[in-house]
């Protein structure tokens, strides 16, 4: 097999061909329009499968709703965070013989209702666990959430969790804009051009870029960037190193900051996937790499929070041009 990696020769940041051309707002307004409009199910990405356990309880609220998720023998269970008897916090419960019992008073709850405290459906797709929302989502209920395709088994996953202020669809703006990569992201990646920009008919962005790893040595890949649902925004490697990887980028509403801004989860999945014999070496120190996969994640994602947090501002206060 050729070695993946690349020398390049980028021009200095500010000697990049400007993209501003190029990001035409009516297109990524356009393929926004398009992924908010699709079907959710009404599923939301909760957390990793990881962070759910049989050893104690998961709390996160979503859209201003508490919930708790446990595991009760393979099987993955939520339901509303607050105790139906007086109001506990049931994410500082236990869980014991696969209930959830509340710690002010022991009341056991489990995969049935009892009184006004009904289970939520929830899918664990063996990366990210799913709960299903219907008051929440408003739209018609589908039984398992909107997956996108990924790679075989084999591949390695990392989830990394970060939280702004700012609602999901400036999340998945964010990733709507290619163009800035190269721009504001100089750090890890290089030589972006835009090969296909989405329509109706073929509703999604190509890439090719380069990952920078060290000096002007680099991997070059051609990416694909689809939404396969209003709150999650794709990418797969089509060409190059890793073919068949992908991350995704779950955007998750949570409740209000206290001043009433909105804020969101981006709970951003990637799972690298690569042919070559060293890549199933590595899987036995997966605990190992995986950390680094979330550094990766979280370092990109402290620039673009602040994107979308820039987008949400303007936009709530009419100042987005346009």
Request: proline share 10%.
């Amino acid at each position: 097999m050729s070695m993946p990696l690349r020398r390049f020769a980028a021009k200095p940041w500010p000697e990049q061909e400007p993209t501003w051309r190029d990001a035409k707002p009516a297109l990524i307004e356009a393929a926004l329009k398009r992924a908010t409009a699709r079907p959710s199910g009404n599923w939301f990405v909760l957390a990793a499968s990881r962070e759910v356990t049989a050893d104690k309880p998961f709390g996160r609220t979503i859209a201003g709703v508490e919930v708790v998720a446990w595991r009760s023998g393979p099987s993955v269970l939520a339901g509303p965070g607050s105790c139906p008897h007086l109001g506990a916090p049931l994410c500082d419960g236990a869980v014991h013989l696969g209930e959830l019992v509340c710690r002010w008073h022991g009341l056991a709850l489990g995969s049935r209702k009892f009184g006004a405290w009904s289970p939520y459906p929830a899918h664990d797709d063996g990366v990210l666990v799913w709960v299903r929302l219907d008051d929440v989502g408003g739209e018609e209920p589908l039984p398992l959430p909107v997956l996108p395709e990924r790679p075989p088994a084999g591949s390695l996953d990392a989830v990394a969790t970060m939280i702004g202020r700012c609602e999901p669809e400036d999340v998945v703006a964010n990733r709507l804009d290619p163009w800035h990569g190269a721009w504001f992201h100089p750090y890890s990646f290089a030589d972006l051009t835009v090969l296909e920009t989405p329509t109706e008919e073929d509703d999604r962005f190509l890439v090719e870029v380069t990952f920078k790893l060290v000096g002007k040595v680099g991997v070059p890949v051609v990416a694909a960037f689809t939404c396969p649902e209003p709150r999650t925004i794709v990418m797969h490697i089509v060409q190059g190193e890793g073919a068949g990887s992908v991350v995704e980028t779950h955007a998750t509403p949570l409740a209000p900051a206290a001043d009433g801004s909105a804020r969101t989860a981006v709970v951003e999945a990637t799972i690298a996937y690569s042919d070559r014999p060293g890549f199933t070496k590595a899987l036995p120190v997966a605990p190992a790499i995986r950390p680094l996969m979330k550094w990766a994640a979280a370092r990109l994602w402290k620039d673009d929070l602040a994107y979308a947090e820039r987008r949400y501002q303007l936009r709530t206060t009419g100042r987005f041009p346009g």
